[in-house]
């Protein structure tokens, strides 16, 4: 599976963006999608993840605010961010697992990886 995350940019505290990740490959359905994001200076951090039905997870510091989100039929998976804060700052990727949701949020179970897309919050 090869992905591609697009949809940063500069956006203002409060406001919203939506991220995408296109894929390709045959295994995108059945393929565990995480986003990781990393800080200027950070190591990469868990955001969220969907499985290949559907079932979601979440860092508690972005539940409620962001949405995890697949089209199987068009290889495509999206991160809704919305009420974004300066901490969510950072270079968002998107990553594909062979693992279950219980073992999302370790970054080392992601074989897949995307080139990663900005996102810049101004205060």
């Known amino acids: 599976v090869q992905l591609q995350a697009s949809g940063g940019g500069l956006v203002q505290a409060g406001g919203s963006l939506r991220l995408s990740c296109a894929a390709s490959?045959?295994?995108?359905?059945?393929?565990?999608i995480g986003w990781f994001r990393q800080a200027p200076g950070k190591e990469r951090d868990f955001v969220a993840a969907?499985?290949?039905?559907?079932?979601?997870y979440y860092t508690d510091s972005v539940k409620g605010r962001f949405t995890i989100s697949r089209n199987n039929a068009e290889n495509m998976a999206y991160l809704q961010l919305n009420s974004l804060n300066v901490d969510d700052t950072g270079v968002y990727y998107c990553?594909?697992?062979?693992?279950?949701?219980?073992?999302?949020?370790?970054?080392?179970?992601?074989?897949?990886w995307g080139q990663g897309t900005l996102v810049t919050v101004s205060s």
């Open positions: 990553a594909g697992s062979n693992f279950g949701l219980r073992q999302a949020a370790i970054i080392t179970n992601y074989v897949y």
């Open positions: 490959g045959r295994t995108f359905a059945t393929t565990l």
């Open positions: 969907i499985s290949r039905t559907e079932d979601t």
